[in-house]
Nanobody, 124 residues
């Protein structure tokens, strides 16, 4: 069992930066691949980024490549999403999720555990 708690959301101006954190509880965190998803108002939840348990090559959706960076610190049971050059279209509730898979995955249904989400609002 893994419990996930996101933090770090807030209001930021376009062009600014935020770093989201996702703290995981559970002894097997280091065996899970982690992902970030987001849901904008009136839209379906979408994949943002993922990283495998060993912290290897991450995977990003095209719209955030070059702006967002996913990383993890297994010693702290935490995964991060550094978001730079934020745009108004990045406004959403951001969720972290954990998967038992040993590769990066963009499909929601393949993730086993989800956090409650943290809201990011980018003002233009």
């Amino acid at each position: 069992q893994v419990q996930l708690v996101e933090s770090g959301g807030g209001l930021v101006q376009a062009g600014g930066s935020l770093r989201l954190s996702c703290a995981a509880s559970g002894r097997t965190f280091t065996t899970y691949s982690m992902g970030w998803f987001r849901q904008a108002p009136g839209k379906e939840r979408e994949f943002v980024a993922a990283i495998i348990w060993s912290g290897g090559e991450p995977y990003y959706t095209d719209s955030v490549k070059g702006r967002f960076t996913i990383s993890r610190d297994n010693g702290k049971n935490t995964v991060y999403l550094q978001m730079n050059s934020l745009k108004s279209e990045d406004t959403a509730v951001y969720y972290c999720a954990a998967s038992r898979l040993n590769y990066t995955e963009y499909l929601e249904y393949k993730y086993d555990y989800w956090g409650q989400g943290t809201r990011v609002t980018v003002s233009s």
